[in-house]
């Protein structure tokens, strides 16, 4: 983790130590303590009054990960006017694909679910408008992270699940694919949404179930996506 800068506010520092821990993906009480070096009573304390504040939250197994709030204010600080262009065209690749399709928008060293477009009866898969999730990890952290510059690539690929060579692949293929990921036994496949002069604003992805989408999702749904994304970038400014 990198150093943190402190405040000399006491709590304040402490926080941020256990949000700066949990930037590398879901960690227990102990986790979080171990990494921060803070006591687990205080570790305890603080992340039951962040999950109160839903700052916190937990996944499925109960450990933390960083909460919706984070995610919704990011969301809203993102948002424009043509933001709404992006529904038709996730709703048209959910339906095309009959699985969940969502747009992301890379916030300092976050991805924050913009906009989602579920199937009926979906089985919950993390991923809701607003939601805020490490770029450690996932299809759409490939593609946000694939085209920044060198320094940024470095911090970016610190602790994270993919690696230089797994980023140069999205570069010169246009897509990220992703296997297994959180939950566990899910693959997503993203592709860049760009603006008019050619820069990567957001990832566009599709995520479901390895049964429904297969270990080789690119192959059927590659195409599609990166389609998805190439009409947002023409009816969208971010």
Known sequence: MTPPTLSGVGV??????????????PATFAEIADTTGLARSTVHRLA?????????????????????????RSAED?????LSAAGPVLNWLRDTTGTSARLYRRVGPVRVCLMSAEPSGAAG?????????PMKSGAASQVLLAWEGPDQLYRGLLG?????????????????????????RTVSVAAPVRSPGNRVVAAIALSGPVELLS?????????????AALRLGQEMVL
């Open 12 to 25: 304040l520092d402490k926080t941020s130590l256990i949000i700066d821990a949990l930037e590398a993906g």
């Open 48 to 72: 039951l009054a962040l999950e109160q504040l839903r700052l916190l939250s937990r996944d499925r197994q109960g450990r933390f990960v960083l909460g919706s709030r984070l995610g919704e």
């Open 78 to 82: 993102c948002r424009t006017p043509r």
């Open 125 to 133: 898969i993390d991923g809701p408008t607003g939601a805020a999730f």
């Open 160 to 184: 994270a699940q993919f690696n230089a060579a797994t980023l140069a692949g999205v570069r010169r293929q246009g897509w990220a694919q992703s296997i297994n990921g959180q939950p566990a």
């Open 215 to 227: 270990r080789h999702p690119v192959r059927s749904y590659g195409r599609t996506v990166m389609n």
